[in-house]
Structures are given as C-alpha cells and as structure tokens.
C-alpha cells in the first residue's frame, strides 16, 4: 500500500520555526515529486511548494518565498518542509504529497498519494 504520513506539526509562536516531515512507505520516494500543500478552515487547498525527482524545488505560494524551503532524503525515504518566520496565517492542516513521474505541478489532482495532514497553529 502507498502511503505517506506527516508529522512535526503543532503550537508555535509568531516568528518560530517548524519542521514537516513527509515519510513514505509502500513505494521508493526517489522517483516522485512531492508536493506540500495546506488547508486552512473554509479556505480551498492550496499548494505551496514542490520538490521533483531531480531535487528541482518551486515555491509555488508567494506568502511562504524566503520563509519556507523544501527538501528531501531519498535514503530515508521522507520529504521535509522547513517552516520559518511562522505568522499566524500560517495556521492551517497541512498536507504532503507524491507523484511518480518526478516532475511537479500546482494542480492538487495531479498528485496520486496524499497523506492525513498535521495540524499546525500559529500563535501566541
């Protein structure tokens, strides 16, 4: 079975940091995009940012540009997004997910393996 799980979010504070991890298992992530995206409370899903198989990387989401990076181990077989100078409209469930092909895109349907989500909060 396909599957990737996040974790790393929760409580932070307007300026802090965070760490999303996005782990895979089923399937080797080496030859997939995966994409990160987030949902806030009646608001459509939007991505923010996307890293392919070549480790090319686009920031899909002008709000998150010099303050959220994404990166990725193939040899553990996780996705990271790395959240700093968090503001409170930042708080959102955010999602990470995979595509096999490589190659990224900013249509949320063009990704076939979608995890849960983690929850994470901005505020203090």
């Known amino acids: 079975q396909l599957q990737v799980v996040e974790s790393g979010g929760g409580l932070a504070q307007p300026g802090g940091s965070l760490r999303l991890s996005c782990a895979a298992s089923?399937?080797?992530?080496?030859?997939?995009?995966i994409g990160w995206f987030r949902q806030a409370p009646g608001k459509r899903r939007e991505i923010l940012a996307c890293?392919?198989?070549?480790?090319?990387?686009?920031i899909f989401e002008g709000s998150v540009k010099g303050r959220f990076s994404i990166s990725r181990d193939n040899t553990s077989n996780t996705g990271y997004l790395q959240m700093n100078r968090l503001k409170p409209e930042d708080t959102a469930r955010y999602f990470c997910?995979?595509?096999?092909?490589?190659?990224?895109?900013?249509?949320?349907?063009?990704?076939?393996?979608w995890g849960q989500g983690t929850q994470v909060t901005v505020s203090s």
């Open positions: 089923g399937f080797s992530l080496e030859d997939y995009a």
């Open positions: 997910a995979a595509r096999v092909t490589g190659t990224c895109h900013d249509d949320p349907d063009w990704y076939t393996v």
């Open positions: 890293i392919d198989a070549e480790r090319d990387r686009v």
